[in-house]
């Protein structure tokens, strides 16, 4: 079965710094995707970025960007010149990639971060 | 387009009651998923609809949780009997069902069972 560990419950970041949370994953599967979600108050689950694991080039989107290390089975996520809106709470998730089987996400427990003034 | 829809946003029932939970997809979207939240935990897959297939319930936590899902639109989520360690947030997603997919979720329904 497959995992997914994020081994920081919380982190903190200064407004404008950069922040990096870590996430392992555990799987023998050679197909499959990768995903940071972040969950503010609201509840609402809203996609971050995602990561194809055939693709040898890192995702980035705007601020946010991954460091993937498929042999490590590590997918980090940075954030850049971090503004308060980013506070949330942060879930990393893997899928597996093979038609015709389920894909249900796999989540982490979430890493909480705050982004201080 | 419309995002994801769930209602009620908030359900306080007593422990033994049954409850009905609505999610209404977007539009077109062929899959359609959902996930327990307990607090401060991450999500938890439950049951997984594709198109016209029988559904993935290998996430349902017992016989008490079912859930139906009518073509390629609403689903419901039913707990009957509900007890205290259901208290969650239920979270839906749905998604274009392709290996390539990526999941849209709602805003979840918290329960809460007293």
């Known amino acids: ?117 | 387009g419309a995002g994801v829809s769930q209602s009620p946003s908030n359900k306080v029932t007593e422990k033994g009651k049954d409850v009905e939970l609505r999610c209404d997809p977007i539009s077109g979207h062929t899959a359609l998923y959902w996930y327990r939240q307990r607090l401060g935990q991450g999500l938890e897959f439950l049951i997984y609809f594709q198109g016209n297939s029988a559904p993935d319930k290998s996430g349902l936590p017992s016989d008490r949780f079912s859930a139906e899902r009518t073509g390629e639109s609403v689903s419901t989520l039913t707990i009957q009997r509900t007890q205290q360690e259901d208290s969650a947030v239920y979270l839906c997603a749905s998604s274009t069902g392709t290996s390539a997919e990526t999941q849209y979720f709602g805003p979840g329904t918290r329960l809460l069972v007293l």
């Open chain 1, 1 to 117: 079965a497959q995992t997914v560990t994020q081994s920081q419950p919380e982190m903190s970041v200064q407004e404008a710094e950069t922040v990096t949370l870590s996430c392992t994953y555990d799987t023998s599967e050679s197909d499959y995707y990768l995903f940071w979600y972040k969950q503010p108050p609201s509840r609402q689950m809203i996609l971050v970025i995602r990561q194809e694991a055939y693709k040898q080039q890192n995702a980035t989107e705007n601020r946010f960007s991954v460091n993937f290390q498929k042999a490590a089975k590590s997918f980090s996520l940075k954030i850049s010149d971090s503004q308060l809106g980013d506070a949330a709470m942060y879930f990393c998730a893997y899928r597996r990639g093979l038609s015709g089987s389920a894909r249900q996400l796999t989540f982490g427990s979430g890493t909480q971060l705050t982004v201080l003034p």
